[in-house]
């Protein structure tokens, strides 16, 4: 059964930004979050524990966690690789 999702603001604000003028980016980014509903990926360790992440393109990572309770998956963070961990 796939999950339904909720993209946070600054998420969107920044697959916005960055998909504005890359038209590739945007067809991989909305790829990815449908299969992220289907499958959820390896949950990441230490400070981010909670969270999951996926790459786009090489460059790109997609953060979000997934409430198994309520069957939605919470994107969290679009950005460059070299910014994502940070907290």
Do not use: W
């Not at 960055?18 to 449908?34: F, G, Q």
């Not at 992440?53 to 460059?59: D, N």
């Not at 997934?66 to 961990?85: N, S, T």
Request: contains cysteine; positive net charge; glycine residues 6%.
């Amino acid at each position: 059964m796939a999950y339904g999702f909720i993209v946070n603001e600054k998420c969107q604000k920044e697959i916005d930004k960055h998909s504005k003028k890359n038209r590739v980016l945007e067809e991989a980014i909305k790829s990815k979050m449908k299969e992220i509903l289907e499958e959820h990926y390896k949950p990441l360790q230490y400070g981010l524990a909670g969270e999951r992440r996926v790459h786009i393109l090489k460059s790109f990572v997609l953060k979000f966690t997934v409430d198994e309770v309520k069957k939605i998956v919470v994107f969290l963070f679009f950005g460059h690789h070299d910014g994502a961990y940070k907290r």
